[in-house]
């Protein structure tokens, strides 16, 4: 679903990411996991096509970020670790939006805001203007909004803070669902426990180098993925 081949990113004479190649299939719950400034958040960026890159490869089922945006971008949901919303839109305004943006149909968007929204807890304030949510409830509104048009590639930067511990829980249970649906999710986090808990396969990265990548079963064993972790990325 997701191949990055060789990609590169520099900012001056600094490399924020260097000659990185990873695959993400159809079912993954990837996990990429580095330090503050490793080359995550660049990665990412360059992945839903926010950020030009200076060389390398991005394909989204096949297809190119570089010559059809556009058809890549109809696969996917991103939502960035502080997302930015129409703060003068209402909720149900805002998803409607995105629903028109993806050609969601309105039998459809009905059933999916319905169902998203009680289980994230916020029915009861898509009424309400954005500007009057909370962190939380923001970020409860960009995930729904990423669940309306049915993705095959969701690309999500720290997903899970601001979310309490019930939405996270619930946002957890969905990308199994989604995933065993065959769709594919690409994460950062810093949250190795949730990591360890929730992925198949991770990447860890370090000064915009792969360090390690693969099944997390294979990566970890016996151990903790914090203590693998620790040991990659001191003695790289």
């Known amino acids: ?56 490869e991005i394909l989204i089922n096949g297809i190119s970020i570089k010559s059809d945006p556009i058809a890549c971008k109809r696969q996917t949901a991103y939502i960035p670790d502080n997302p930015d919303l129409y703060e003068f839109f209402t909720g149900i305004k805002y998803l ?29 304030d898509l009424a309400s203007p954005i500007l009057s949510y909370s962190h939380g409830m923001k970020q409860k509104l960009a995930i729904i909004s990423m669940l309306i048009h049915n993705p095959r590639l969701l690309v999500l930067d720290e997903p899970f803070v601001g979310l309490d511990p ?15 649906a065959g769709a594919a999710i690409f994460f950062s986090t810093h949250g190795l426990e949730v ?21 997390i079963d294979e990566i970890v064993g016996k151990q903790s993925l914090e203590d693998v972790f620790m040991e990659l990325t001191e003695n790289e």
């Open 1 to 56: 679903m997701l191949e990055i081949k060789h990609l590169t990113k520099t900012y001056g004479h600094v490399k924020a990411v260097d000659d990185l190649t990873l695959t993400i299939a159809d079912g993954d719950i990837f996990g990429f996991i580095g330090h503050n400034g490793a080359g995550k958040t660049t990665t990412i960026k360059a992945v839903v096509g926010i950020h030009d890159f200076d060389q390398g």
């Open 166 to 180: 019930k939405a996270a829980f619930t946002l957890k249970e969905y990308f199994r669902q989604l995933t065993a």
């Open 195 to 215: 990591a360890q808990k929730l992925c198949n396969k991770i990447a860890i990265i370090k000064n915009g180098r792969l360090v390690e990548a693969g099944l």
């Open 96 to 124: 409607n939006f995105v629903a028109d943006i993806f050609d969601v149909s309105k039998s459809d968007r009905g059933e999916r805001i319905e169902k998203y929204a009680a289980a994230f807890g916020i029915k009861d």
